[in-house]
């Protein structure tokens, strides 16, 4: 029976139970909230540290598909000169690893900001993306940002079942 027993507790201490799913999920949306902090900041070393070294950017603009900081940077670098950066996200869902080490989001924003002095505003800017613990800390390993176009782009009817 001792050695019963002493498999037993061996296996339970095995068991990743141990994950707190609800803890990761608020470090994570607290990371979620906070990559944009390196745009108010005006920091690049922030920027850096916010993103995977291996990291995927996907923006707005057909150009803009990146993999990797050495390519991020210089977008970064430019996005740098908005001025008064300001999100206002909304309908933030997450979706969690059973590990608690890696989330998946989606979210909607409205952005303010000025260029040059002047101001300016998009609204209902998409954003998804995938955050991971590495040593310890939240990265972004792929970010989306997408705007929505007025009708449809493949006109398709919708059926009900």
């Known amino acids: ?45 922030q920027a850096k540290s916010t993103f995977s070294s291996d990291a995927v950017l996907i923006g707005t603009d057909e150009a803009e598909y990146y993999t990797g900081w050495d390519e991020i940077k210089p977008s970064i670098v430019g996005q740098l000169s908005i001025e008064d950066p300001k999100f206002s996200p909304r309908d933030l869902n997450i979706f969690m690893s059973a590990g608690g080490d890696m989330a998946s989001y989606t979210q909607k924003l409205d952005f303010t900001f000025s260029v040059a002095g002047e101001p300016g505003e998009i609204k209902d800017v998409r954003n998804s993306g995938v955050i991971k613990k590495v040593d310890g800390e939240w990265k972004i390993i792929q970010i989306h940002w997408s705007m929505g176009v007025k009708g449809q782009v493949v006109e398709y009817e919708m059926k009900e079942e």
């Open 1 to 45: 029976i001792v050695y019963f027993l002493s498999i037993s507790l061996f296996l339970f201490s095995c068991n990743d139970s141990s994950v707190d799913i609800e803890k990761a999920k608020i470090e994570a949306k607290t990371a979620i909230a906070g990559q944009f902090d390196f745009w108010a900041n005006g920091s690049l070393e």
